[in-house]
């Protein structure tokens, strides 16, 4: 059995693309979820709360830019 390589090198336009692309596929799949609610079906469910916790993992894996030598005043 092979085993996985757990060291990516992704670039920060690569992970922008890879989160556009989740973010329109969890689009899709809710606004397709929509209208089968409508018909009585749904089986879209367990993959958008699967992208979510994707896009969340991501964004919590990010570095955001905090001053070093003055206060940090966010908004």
């Known amino acids: 059995m092979p085993l996985y390589n757990e060291m990516f090198k992704l670039s920060v336009n690569d992970m922008d693309l890879i989160e556009t692309a989740l973010r329109r596929t969890q689009h899709a799949l809710s606004q397709e979820q929509l209208v089968?609610?409508?018909e009585?079906?749904?089986d879209h469910v367990?993959?958008?709360r699967q992208i979510?916790?994707?896009l969340g993992r991501l964004h919590?894996?990010?570095i955001f830019y905090r001053p070093?030598?003055?206060v940090y005043v966010g908004g």
């Open 40 to 42: 009585g079906k749904g």
């Open 68 to 70: 070093k030598d003055s």
């Open 36 to 38: 089968q609610s409508d």
């Open 52 to 54: 979510r916790e994707l």
């Open 60 to 62: 919590n894996q990010k």
């Open 46 to 48: 367990e993959t958008i």
